[in-house]
């Protein structure tokens, strides 16, 4: 028997490899390109063109770099600037090797995974999309901070024993503001108070002003006044957010494109930016992610904020889904199934889509009676993640194909899963010999 060699090809030869640091980055290029292979490199952004200078010079046009923090940002724009193809990979992925923790040993590593093909780049937005996306984030960290001061609010009026949110829902509503606003300019008077009350508020006059007795001490006040103030700071910057979302989704549409009224009426998420996000996103990717049962305008903004309008990047949907976490494990030794439990992930678009799945609870459609079928087979946990799965590779259908998801209803839902029982039982009554006989109506 003739003996088979296993050998390693270079799939990229003009490789280089990049141990990224805080205060600077340890770079290998092939031993043959230079006499001094690996350098180092401050972080500043001098020194960072001297790099890329240097990496011209040694003819590298692919670079391989760990993700370490947020300190790569900078380098890799750079050199994605200047042409080069640049791979951002999983530090996890390349750690796992004895003798080998040297911030010099780290790029020559890389450097050789690379050279072989062996590393596979992270996915990253490009151009104008990476940007939509850093600006949405900073939108988000926005309203966690300015949910803080909400608290904040909340605490300094139970502090004063004024039982606001025990007669309504919202103390940031238009009730609520108008209340805490004129708490701030003088009026102690519960009565007056309770005359701002919406006519939607189902707590009465009555029931509000007696919540609004309290014991108006003067630290408590000056609590409450400082909470405002950060929640209205909060709420300006959100507005400036807004702008400058609202400027570059307008960049990113397409003017061809006309988006279609909504088939269904929601109310507005509170939480959502405060413009015509739905047709700009419409005109942006081409279809309209909120025809999908459960996706509203914030789901589907947060969702193409973070992957784009292009998935060309995946081969196919189960490749997206594996991105995204929302895929079975398969943790398998010696034929037998460790795990199959998903991997734990912080992905945005993951984790909106779970909340997308949730919201299909009560929903009188197909992907509604397909959650709460999963709900009766599993724990909810298991159905969420099931469910987002399946939001997914409808969104990467939809994104890939340019084609409008249509809603088949919860009857065509029941009814299909009916026969795919009654197909199933066939089968297992003739392996045992039996045979299926239905039951006429009405006996």
Known sequence: MSKIKNHFELTHPNAAGIDIGASSHFVAVPPDRDEQPVREFLSFTGDLYALADWLTACSVDTVAMESTGVYWIPLFELLESKGFTVYLVNARHVKNVSGRKSDVLDCQWLQQLMSFGLLSGAFRPQGDFCALRAVARLRDMLLRNQAKHIQHIQKALLLMNLLLTEVISDVVGETGQKIIRAILAGECDGQVLAKYRNNHIKASEEEIAKALQGNWREEHLFALKQAVALYDAYAVQLMECDQQLEKMLKDLARNDLKAEKPKRRGGKSKNAPNFDVRTLLMQMCGVDLTRIDGIDVTTAFK????????????????????????????????????????????????QALKMAAVNLRASQSALGAYYRRLCGRMDKAKAVTACAHKLARLIYAMLTKGEDYVDQGQEYYEEKYRQRVIKNLTKHAEKFGFQLIPVPEGV
């Open 303 to 350: 969702v193409l904020a973070e992957i784009g309008a292009d998935l060309s990047r995946f081969k196919d949907a189960k490749h997206f889904a594996s991105w995204l976490g929302l895929c079975p494990g398969t943790k398998i030794s010696g034929g037998k199934k460790i795990s199959a439990a998903t991997s734990r992930t912080t992905n945005r678009a993951a």
